[in-house]
């Protein structure tokens, strides 16, 4: 503790002054990956959770390994389920009477080209990863306008900054999950409120391991980038740091930052070292 506010720490040095300490904050897809990565590391700084995602047994398991968090209630949801989003959303206000911080961090992959998909599979990954955290923020902005504060932090990905192979659909979802969120931020009709965009490269989860195929059954393997991508805990760091600080945008990568940087500088060589690189997943 330094000066009442909690710190983090990265490499033994402090990134910054994180003051997460009762703070209501729900976690969206907390189940596991970065979500779960972010619970551990708020419920550290003390934070009140309220932890998402299908799974009620998966949840459970997460709220015993959290060490120190001031509350934790789970409020298990599916985010394709639209029609149940409005109980879940007042489920999850009643919890503690509101929320400071919400964070979209379900998401579902793909892993098949875009000739081989059907279109089910566009839907789901649209429904998961775009329709879902559209519509609960839809309904969270009014409570955020009532209590004159909110800030919602979207989990996208560099897939929402370009164009990938094997990825159609999930870079559909992750550029309109970016182009709403990043309206929100130009619009600006809320005092006090915020959005964090986060856009990682590879981060060590097994997010290829539900991803979808073509035809909507998972692809079950462990990709090599992601296997060898970010430690979660590093992630979710470098994402709390972002909230606190209240950053609109923040890239979480390593080499794939290059290639984001070639479609703006050099665009014949992202696109002959995307197609390379994306391709060799078939
Ligand atoms: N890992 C990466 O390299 C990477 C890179 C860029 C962006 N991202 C983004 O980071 C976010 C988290 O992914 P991750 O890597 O941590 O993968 P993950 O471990 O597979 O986490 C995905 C989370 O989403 C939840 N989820 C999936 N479908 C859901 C649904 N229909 N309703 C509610 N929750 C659902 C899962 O829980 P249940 O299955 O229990 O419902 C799980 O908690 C995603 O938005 C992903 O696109 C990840």
């Given at each position: 503790?330094?000066?009442?506010k909690?710190?983090?720490?990265?490499?033994?040095q402090i990134i910054?002054?994180m003051?997460?300490?009762?703070k209501v904050?729900w976690?969206?897809?907390?189940?596991?990956?970065?979500g779960?990565?972010?619970?551990k590391?708020l419920?550290?700084?003390k934070?009140r959770?309220?932890?998402?995602?299908r799974?009620?047994?998966?949840?459970?398991?997460?709220?015993?390994q959290?060490?120190?968090?001031t509350?934790?209630?789970?409020?298990?949801?599916?985010?394709?389920?639209?029609?149940?989003?409005?109980?879940?959303?007042a489920?999850?206000?009643?919890?503690?009477g509101?929320i400071?911080?919400?964070i979209?961090?379900?998401?579902?992959?793909?892993?098949?080209?875009?000739?081989?998909?059907?279109l089910s599979?566009?839907?789901?990954l649209?429904?998961?990863?775009?329709f879902g955290?559209l519509?609960?923020?839809?309904?969270?902005?009014?409570h955020?306008?009532?209590?004159?504060h909110?800030?919602?932090?979207?989990i996208s990905?560099?897939?929402g900054?370009m164009?990938?192979p094997?990825?159609?659909g999930?870079?559909a979802?992750?550029?309109?999950?970016?182009?709403y969120?990043?309206?929100?931020?130009?619009?600006?009709t809320?005092?006090?409120f915020?959005?964090?965009?986060?856009?990682p490269g590879?981060i060590?989860?097994?997010l290829s391991?539900?991803?979808?195929t073509?035809?909507g059954?998972?692809y079950?393997?462990m990709d090599e980038g992601?296997?060898?991508?970010i430690?979660v805990n590093e992630?979710a760091?470098k994402i709390?740091?972002a909230?606190?600080r209240k950053?609109?945008h923040?890239?979480i990568?390593r080499?794939?930052r290059?290639?984001?940087?070639l479609?703006?500088?050099l665009?014949?060589?992202y696109?002959?070292i995307a197609?390379k690189?994306?391709?060799?997943?078939?």
């Amino acid at each position: 503790m330094i000066n009442g506010k909690c710190v983090a720490l990265r490499h033994g040095q402090i990134i910054g002054n994180m003051n997460f300490e009762h703070k209501v904050i729900w976690i969206i897809g907390a189940s596991s990956g970065i979500g779960a990565g972010l619970a551990k590391a708020l419920a550290v700084q003390k934070a009140r959770l309220i932890i998402t995602s299908r799974e009620y047994a998966a949840l459970r398991s997460l709220e015993a390994q959290l060490e120190g968090h001031t509350g934790c209630m789970i409020l298990p949801a599916d985010m394709t389920d639209n029609t149940a989003l409005t109980q879940v959303v007042a489920h999850a206000i009643s919890a503690y009477g509101h929320i400071d911080i919400v964070i979209h961090s379900a998401g579902v992959g793909q892993r098949s080209l875009a000739i081989d998909t059907q279109l089910s599979v566009y839907h789901q990954l649209m429904n998961v990863n775009f329709f879902g955290p559209l519509t609960i923020t839809q309904y969270l902005l009014p409570h955020f306008k009532r209590q004159g504060h909110g800030h919602v932090v979207a989990i996208s990905s560099m897939s929402g900054l370009m164009g990938f192979p094997m990825r159609s659909g999930y870079v559909a979802s992750k550029h309109a999950l970016k182009g709403y969120f990043e309206t929100l931020q130009v619009e600006h009709t809320l005092n006090n409120f915020y959005v964090t965009i986060v856009s990682p490269g590879r981060i060590k989860t097994g997010l290829s391991l539900s991803a979808l195929t073509g035809d909507g059954a998972p692809y079950d393997k462990m990709d090599e980038g992601q296997l060898n991508g970010i430690p979660v805990n590093e992630c979710a760091v470098k994402i709390l740091t972002a909230i606190s600080r209240k950053k609109k945008h923040v890239i979480i990568a390593r080499s794939e930052r290059l290639l984001y940087w070639l479609r703006i500088l050099l665009p014949p060589a992202y696109y002959r070292i995307a197609r390379k690189r994306g391709m060799g997943n078939q």
